[in-house]
């Protein structure tokens, strides 16, 4: 089994950046996708970016493209993901979540097998 922990989160201003972090550990994947997703009060779990390994190819949502970015540093085991020009509509709980192989959609959260206690993220002035 995969534990992963996020990290990062809080409270910033709009326009703000933060970047949160994923820390995998235990069982390892081959091949796999990390993705983010994030919920807010009263709303569904939505996609906002994953990273598909080891090819490297990233997915985005539409709300968050062009803001967010989300990579992977091999050297710590983390997966991340930058936010700039925050929003008050990006407040949430950001969970980080691992998929083992490649079938099926990224987008989806019911296709991951493990997911982190998530990190809240505030945007508010």
């Known amino acids: 089994q995969v534990q992963l922990v996020e990290s990062g989160g809080g409270l910033v201003q709009p326009g703000g950046s933060l970047r949160l972090s994923c820390a995998a550990s235990g069982r390892t994947f081959s091949n796999y996708y990390m993705g983010w997703f994030r919920q807010a009060p009263g709303k569904e779990r939505e996609f906002v970016a994953a990273v598909r390994w080891p090819v490297g190819s990233t997915y985005y949502a539409d709300s968050v493209k062009g803001r967010v970015t989300i990579s992977r540093d091999n050297a710590e085991n983390t997966v991340n993901l930058q936010i700039n020009r925050l929003k008050p509509e990006d407040t949430a709980v950001y969970y980080c979540?691992?998929?083992?192989?490649?079938?099926?959609?990224?987008?989806?959260?019911?296709?991951?097998?493990?997911w982190g206690q998530g990190t809240q993220v505030t945007v508010s002035s």
């Open positions: 979540a691992a998929k083992q192989g490649w079938s099926g959609s990224p987008y989806y959260s019911s296709a991951y097998d493990c």
